[in-house]
């Protein structure tokens, strides 16, 4: 039907006359069906949409009065109405005549609200239309029923099936254009019923339409098309089932977003619910702690409810003080998600710039905030013919199959299960841009350090997380013989191999924490105390602790050995000479020291003990500092590194 | 089990959005313009923050031209809500005795453009809320819910970043700033319709009452208050109207109306055949692409 000005008008329903009442009550309780429509500008897209919000009456006497003025002066539908400039939205495009973002429309009708995103179709704007299918139920697919199935089509239905959308509609449009052919239609049909089931798509419902003359758009069948006997596009969309449900029957799953603690006496956690339900008295278990608790009440604004389910906003309480912070999942105690720290995922490509396999990314999913890397692509996906191809990066619209490794383990579950808990975006930690969409396939292995029984975070917790056995690499020796030089190759060697250090040195301790401590034999033993206990907190926090000090008396050395755990303290014995040492004399000391000016000068006037089973034994006067660390990194790393 | 209805599933959305920003920003506000869709937006923030009040302030950027009725709803609006109100005007237009009379386009500008960047530095607020709805207008269409100002608030409409599932990327640089739009999904029809469920307080501007106006340039106005400058032959009229969107009263159209009640006032926005914005002014200034410049510039 082509327009006539009769036509035009917005035509409300008669019930809102009559009786609003019973229509607000009617439409109070409608659902909600989110799509996207895809398909190139050549494809009649915009008219479509536009279409459809003329039809469902969501064009106003005013918007037509501008949209008709607009179709004269810039429309490529000669004096007809051109509805694509109902829906372009930004001046830039109307210039060129062409979408470049997503835009999303609204309508709504007696039986459903919509919303619809409208994203272009041409390759370079696959990162758009990700981003406009990753909030669909449903994909309408245009195809020009005088161009039949293409690449594009092709490309639009893998990005839909990669995105999770269960529900596509073939919509063949432009019937007008090929006489209403039954026969065109039918080829187009069967072409894409070929192509589907090679992509997995099971399901899928076609229908020949024109959106510019209005066929088969909100009843069906046309009189153009009397060969055609299912549903209109509108009937569709109004009756479709999406199965939102879907996520509620799956067990309950509620990432914590924020923590409401207005007072002591409340301890509430926000969040949307991604999956399942939730009731007063139901056993969760907060992960990855894995500790549990039973649901104390689901708070909200209007009092405590007797149940929530997956979609809705709320904020728990436990029945118990336990830890739980943002990033934590609550969640069926029975059946709880997985955590771990290497993923393989699709990635989707967003930034302008390329993906650096190995750099660091922030990776967010759910409410974990985490920084990741990316391994070179496994392979990429050309969007058009469907091949697997070799690739060392993935660039600006660029799809592959990555491996994934966080810094420390994610609640997740695959993206066929939960987009909620498997889809995650990557953010450039420099630009703070949105680089890339990723879509978990599943996890490479377990992470080691996630158990389901309660786990402490404890210095076993501590240490896993940075990946190393902490120890205290205790040098010895006497002043000048090397100590600090030594050590402090050592640490830099470490640091660059990606361990956790730090280094407690004479002279840095003496400044701070030890300044109130002389060089009488009581304060030497207190000295070395002190430093063996906060090498002791700094190896329950996991680090590799350094130690630089002369500690000339083996009974001190021995009782800092017996603070740390077996096999972490690495006495190192650091042998130069008492000559070689005052010979070199870096710091002058010794000259001093034989002038009497030092008391208690180690060596000269006070006794040093040298180790007599030293784990390390360094002979400085056979190889220098560097040799020296390579020995004791290799050792260190070598024999004490732990497994990861 | 029950799917939810549509109004359930905006809710959860937006509360969802503002809770990501309170645990991603430092310094979040809430924009309150005290119509409708602040009404609906506050009322959102309760709830997604309760049994606590919404911790951020609200932030009133005000021009001296709107509505009595407005100010008064202003206080008690946040006084309900156990929040801070911040009023900001710019001083710069209060001392040009900048006006919607004299000075046309440049009292948008200043109050509300300028008057909103000044404050937002004042206040050094790194992430405002605002409750623009993106069937309101072409341009607002494409705006993400999460949209990134630069440090001097300019837009770049081609700059946006992806905004996947739910998954919002609140990361900025030292100085830059985001508007958030927790209302972005919502239409007018599911603002009423959730103002009428929940209860919520509006300004009663939006009902029909007999209100001093003048017919000017096609448009009804409200005569206010004693600022009014009545033009050769002007003498209010006492006439039903009501308003479908509030701002400043000299801007503000009225349509003639007898909806005294919410549900009329549905009705006769569901009968009526012109789009909601078409009592206001501000959009028609510089032809189409005028909230697109508006927004460029830093006008929310």
């Known amino acids: 039907m082509a327009l006539h000005s009769e036509d035009r008008a917005y035509r409300p329903d008669a019930l809102i006359a009559e009786d609003i009442g019973a229509y607000l009550q009617a439409h109070q309780n409608k659902g909600l069906l989110r799509f996207i429509t895809c398909g190139s500008v050549d494809d009649g897209k915009s008219t479509l949409i536009g279409r459809l919000l003329y039809d469902s009456k969501m064009i106003f006497e005013d918007q037509l009065a501008a949209l008709e003025a607009d179709s004269a002066r810039v429309g490529t539908q000669g004096k007809a109405i051109d509805f694509a400039l109902l829906v372009d939205g930004l001046a830039a495009e109307r210039e060129q005549g062409i979408t470049i973002d997503v835009a999303y429309r609204f309508f709504s009708t007696e039986r459903r609200k ?16 990700v981003t406009g299918a990753s909030t669909a139920d449903l994909a309408v697919i245009l195809v020009d029923a005088r161009k039949g199935v293409l690449v594009q089509t092709r490309r639009h239905s893998f990005l839909c099936q990669l995105l999770g959308i269960r529900h596509l509609v073939l919509a063949v449009n432009k019937m007008d254009l090929v006489d209403y052919d039954q026969a065109t239609f039918d080829a187009i049909v069967a072409d894409y019923r070929a192509f589907a089931a090679s992509i997995g798509v099971e399901d899928f419902t076609a229908i020949p339409l024109s959106g510019f003359k209005g066929d088969n758009i909100t009843a069906a069948p046309s009189a153009e098309t009397p060969w055609y006997a299912g549903p209109s596009l509108m009937q569709h969309l109004e009756t479709v089932e999406v199965g939102n449900d879907i996520a509620q029957t799956r067990a309950f799953r ?5 923590v409401n603690r207005p007072n002591l006496d409340f301890r509430g956690f926000a969040g949307q619910i991604a999956t399942g339900v939730v009731r007063p008295g139901d056993a969760v278990r907060i992960v990855p702690s894995g500790r549990t608790s039973t649901i104390k009440a689901i708070e909200t604004f209007d009092g405590p409810l007797e149940q929530a389910v997956a979609g ?21 105690a029975e059946n709880p998600p997985e955590a771990a720290d290497q993923f393989e995922a699709s990635i989707v490509w967003m930034g302008e710039e390329a993906l650096i396999p190995g750099r660091a990314y922030w990776l967010k999913l759910g409410t974990q905030t985490v920084s990741a890397s990316i391994a070179a692509p496994k392979y990429e996906i050309d969007v058009n013919s469907l091949e697997h191809l070799a690739a060392e990066t993935l660039s600006l619209n660029g799809i592959g199959v990555a491996d994934v490794t966080a810094d420390r383990p994610l609640v997740f579950e695959p993206y066929a299960d939960s987009r909620a808990l498997g889809g995650f975006i990557l953010i450039d930690k420099l630009t703070n841009a949105t680089v890339a969409a990723g879509l978990i396939h599943n996890a ?13 975070v404890d210095r076993a917790a501590r240490a896993a997380l940075k990946g190393q056995q902490p120890q205290v690499l205790w040098f010895t020796g006497l002043s000048g013989s090397g100590k600090s030089t030594i050590a402090n190759m050592v640490e830099k060697r470490l640091h660059a191999a990606g361990r956790h250090t730090f280094l407690l040195d004479g002279d840095n301790v003496r400044h701070g924490l030890n300044k109130d401590l002389g060089f009488t034999e009581a304060d030497r033993v207190e000295n070395i105390r002190r430093v063996g206990e906060v090498a002791r907190l700094m190896t329950d926090a996991g680090l590799i602790v350094l130690t630089a000090f002369i500690s000339p008396f083996r009974a001190e050395r021995e009782l800092v050995r017996g603070m740390i755990p077996d096999g972490e303290f690495v006495e190192i014995f650091v042998d130069t000479p008492l000559q070689v040492a005052e010979e070199r004399d870096t710091k002058g000391l010794y000259a001093q020291a034989r002038a009497g000016k030092l008391p208690n000068f180690t060596g000269i006037s006070s006794p040093y003990e040298a180790p007599e089973q030293p784990e390390i034994r360094i002979d400085t006067t056979r190889m220098t500092p560097e040799q020296a660390a390579e020995i004791i990194v290799a050792q260190v790393l070598g024999e004490w590194s732990p497994t990861l | 089990m029950l799917g939810l209805t549509h109004l359930q599933r905006l809710e959860a959305e937006s509360i969802h959005i503002m809770r990501e920003v309170v645990a991603e920003a430092q310094r979040p506000v809430m924009l309150y313009s005290i119509g409708k869709d602040s009404a609906v937006m506050l009322h959102l923030a309760r709830k997604a923050f309760y049994p606590a009040p919404p911790p951020f302030p609200l932030l009133h950027v005000d021009t001296t031209w709107k509505f009595r009725a407005m100010y008064a709803m202003r206080e008690q609006a946040a006084q309900d809500a156990g929040m801070d109100l911040l009023v900001h005007h710019n001083p710069e237009a209060m001392e040009r005795g900048i006006n919607p009379f004299d000075h046309g386009p440049l009292h948008t500008d200043m109050w509300k453009t300028q008057g909103l960047k000044q404050a937002l530095d004042k206040y050094d607020f790194d992430a405002a809320f605002g409750g623009a709805r993106r069937d309101e207008e072409k341009s607002r269409a494409k705006e993400r819910i999460f949209s990134f100002r ?18 919002y990327n609140a990361r900025k640089h030292r100085g830059e700033s985001i508007r958030v739009f927790p209302l972005s999904n919502w239409t007018e029809l599911d603002i009423w319709q959730y103002i009428m469920a929940e209860g919520i307080n509006i300004v009663p501007l939006y009902l029909a009452a007999p209100r001093p106006t003048v017919e000017r340039d096609g448009m009804l106005l409200m005569v206010d208050d004693d600022r009014f400058p009545l033009q050769p032959g002007e003498e209010p009229v006492m006439r ?4 479908r969107t509030l701002g400043c009263y000299p801007l503000t159209g009225a349509v003639e109306s007898e909806a005294a009640t919410l549900p009329e006032v549905v009705q006769e926005m569901l009968l009526t055949t012109t789009s909601e914005r078409q009592g206001r002014a501000i959009d028609k200034d510089e032809g189409g692409a005028g ?8 006008y929310f």
């Open chain 2, 291 to 298: 909230m697109e410049k508006k927004k460029q510039e830093g």
């Open chain 2, 240 to 243: 039903s109207v009501r308003f």
């Open chain 1, 312 to 332: 809705q906003s709320v904020t728990l309480t436990l029945a118990d003080e336990v830890d739980c912070s943002r990033g934590d999942v609550i969640a069926a």
């Open chain 1, 254 to 258: 509620m990432p914590v977003q924020w």
């Open chain 1, 444 to 456: 490479l292995r377990r992470a080691q350090n996630i158990h389901w029984q309660a786990l402490d």
């Open chain 1, 114 to 129: 919509f919303i619809v995103a409208d994203t272009p179709g041409h390759e370079q704007y696959t990162r758009n239309m």
């Open chain 2, 150 to 167: 630069t440090a001097s608030h300019g837009w770049d409409p081609k700059n946006q970043r992806p905004e996947l599932w739910n998954l």
